[in-house]
């Protein structure tokens, strides 16, 4: 289930995590751990059980340099849901119109 | 992130003429997709299209009480089970339909992406396709 679109709902419930991903998808590029743990007021600790969440949902990247773990950000996911729900925004928006088109020409 | 989409909307008809527009097989035939449907707790129904390489909806009814109409959404091919709620409310200009389709966190990324694909080829087209087709009729009419 680690790709599953809950744990993706759940990653980006949690307002710290929303900033970490933020801040590494306006950086476009890999960041070390160190300095994202640098930029937020929390341990080191914290910060990796974060990203963690965040790679299970898929939403970063890891992957260790020298003696230097960078992560990267990939909203892909993020685009699947929403064209899930622009699709079915749309469909119902159609099938509300049709059936009111429907009731009139009946009436 | 929200797992609901919500639709609201009035209908200026009765709260009988909106409920069998949306539980009678042969009216869901008329304005949605051709349906083999009953308004009754645990029917299983299919709604096809008439398009070609359009994916058939399944699903099973879960309530079917006036004015509540409840059932899952199943796109055939696809093991994800969501589920579309409509209530009608009697309001006085007429009718207030509040629709939800939930379900969305059941759904993998890789089956969504699959899922995507196909709509992109046929589905989104047969329902566009159905569109045109009743405004046809209601302006032939």
Same mark, same amino acid.
């Given at each position: $289930?680690?790709?599953?679109?809950?744990?993706?709902?759940?990653?980006?419930?949690?307002?710290?995590?929303?900033?970490?991903?933020?801040?590494?998808?306006?950086?476009?590029?890999?960041?070390?751990?160190?300095?994202?743990?640098?930029?937020?007021?929390?341990?080191?600790?914290?910060?990796?059980?974060?990203?963690?969440?965040? %790679?299970?949902?898929?939403?970063?990247?890891?992957?260790?340099?020298?003696?230097?773990?960078?992560?990267?950000?990939?909203?892909?996911?993020?685009? %699947?849901?929403? %064209?899930? $729900?622009?699709?079915? %925004?749309?469909?119902?928006?159609?099938?509300?119109?049709?059936?009111?088109?429907?009731?009139?020409?009946?009436? | 992130?929200? !797992?609901?989409?919500?639709?609201?909307?009035?209908?200026?008809?009765?709260? !009988?003429?909106?409920?069998?527009?949306?539980?009678?097989?042969?009216?869901?035939?008329?304005?949605?997709?051709?349906? !083999?449907?009953?308004?009754?707790?645990?029917?299983?129904?299919?709604?096809?299209?008439?398009?070609?390489?359009?994916?058939?909806?399944?699903?099973?009814?879960?309530?079917?009480?006036?004015?509540?109409?409840?059932?899952?959404?199943?796109?055939?091919?696809?093991?994800?089970?969501?589920?579309?709620?409509?209530?009608?409310?009697?309001?006085?200009?007429?009718?207030?339909?509040?629709?939800?389709?939930? @379900?969305?966190?059941?759904?993998?990324?890789?089956?969504?992406?699959?899922?995507?694909?196909?709509?992109?080829?046929?589905?989104?087209?047969?329902?566009? @396709?159905?569109?045109?087709?009743?405004?046809?009729?209601?302006?032939?009419?």
């Amino acid at each position: $289930m680690q790709d599953s679109i809950t744990n993706i709902l759940k990653a980006i419930a949690d307002p710290t995590r929303r900033e970490i991903f933020h801040a590494l998808v306006v950086a476009a590029t890999a960041l070390p751990i160190t300095q994202i743990s640098n930029q937020f007021d929390i341990s080191r600790q914290g910060v990796t059980k974060h990203l963690k969440t965040l %790679e299970n949902a898929g939403l970063i990247k890891i992957h260790t340099q020298g003696r230097e773990r960078f992560c990267y950000a990939n909203p892909t996911p993020l685009k %699947e849901i929403n %064209e899930w $729900m622009k699709f079915y %925004e749309q469909f119902w928006d159609n099938a509300i119109d049709n059936l009111g088109n429907y009731l009139d020409k009946k009436a | 992130m929200n !797992d609901v989409i919500t639709k609201e909307h009035i209908f200026k008809h009765s709260i !009988d003429t909106v409920w069998n527009a949306i539980t009678n097989a042969k009216e869901i035939s008329t304005w949605f997709l051709e349906a !083999d449907f009953k308004a009754e707790k645990g029917y299983q129904y299919v709604f096809n299209s008439s398009g070609e390489n359009c994916s058939p909806i399944k699903g099973e009814v879960k309530q079917a009480n006036p004015y509540t109409l409840i059932y899952t959404w199943i796109v055939t091919e696809t093991p994800i089970e969501t589920t579309v709620k409509w209530a009608l409310e009697k309001t006085e200009e007429g009718t207030k339909l509040i629709l939800e389709h939930s @379900g969305i966190s059941n759904y993998h990324g890789e089956t969504a992406v699959t899922m995507f694909n196909s709509f992109n080829g046929g589905w989104d087209n047969c329902i566009s @396709g159905l569109s045109s087709y009743l405004k046809q009729i209601v302006h032939a009419g």
